[in-house]
């Protein structure tokens, strides 16, 4: 019953910010275009309920086919200085806008509103055995990892902060969660890593 009223949530909660933020999804689409070469929407294989695939939407950030750049512990390299990163890239990515589409990840059913934010399929290798509760879940737009550190506490702790909450989720912690997510977008905390040691490798990223 918990599990059917957080799904019903999800739908409700994306139909309501889709038609709130259409008006600026339409504008950041045309900022997008005209600024950058390359499609309007990054889209890229993350792990999600069960670790089966799913197509992620993002608004693009970065120069088109842009180097996927690691860290040494296999996660994503982020940083406020990163080349690859265009100008309305750093703004959307400041203000957490880059990542409204993934509201439609929500309404078709990939993704939930409050859940464990979802890997890069490849990452799973980097997974230890409790790690792999997280796919217990659809992952979410936001979620505990979030509102406990973001990009400034190593994957790993994110990580274990996504096994804590499908560990010990309820509907009052994902409404705790969705409340405590507004202040950190707004305040615009802990986007980046600010970690320097990155493997770098060919696949394209954004």
Do not use: C
Request: glycine share 6%; aromatic share 6%.
């Amino acid at each position: 019953m918990a599990t059917r009223l957080k799904r019903m949530i999800d739908i409700l909660g994306s139909l309501l910010a889709l038609s709130l933020f259409a008006p600026v999804m339409i504008l950041l689409a045309l900022a997008v275009r005209m600024t950058s070469r390359g499609p309007i929407l990054f889209r890229q294989q993350r792990l999600g309920l069960a670790g089966i695939p799913f197509s992620i939407l993002k608004f693009r950030t970065m120069r088109h086919n842009a180097e996927d750049i690691r860290n040494s512990d296999g996660s994503s390299y982020s940083a406020s200085d990163d080349p690859r990163v265009t100008a309305i890239g750093r703004l959307m990515r400041k203000s957490s806008m880059d990542e409204l589409p993934q509201f439609w990840n929500v309404l078709r059913g990939e993704m939930s509103l409050v859940g464990p934010r979802p890997d890069q399929v490849d990452q799973l290798t980097y997974y230890t055995p409790e790690d792999r509760i997280k796919l217990r879940m659809r992952p979410g737009i936001t979620g505990l990892a979030q509102i406990s550190g973001r990009n400034s506490i190593s994957w790993a702790r994110r990580r274990q902060f996504d096994a804590e909450y499908v560990t010990n989720w309820s509907l009052g912690e994902d409404l705790r969660i969705l409340l405590m997510t507004i202040p950190y977008v707004l305040l615009r905390r802990d986007i980046h890593t600010g970690r320097d040691n990155a493997d770098r490798n060919s696949t394209a990223a954004a």
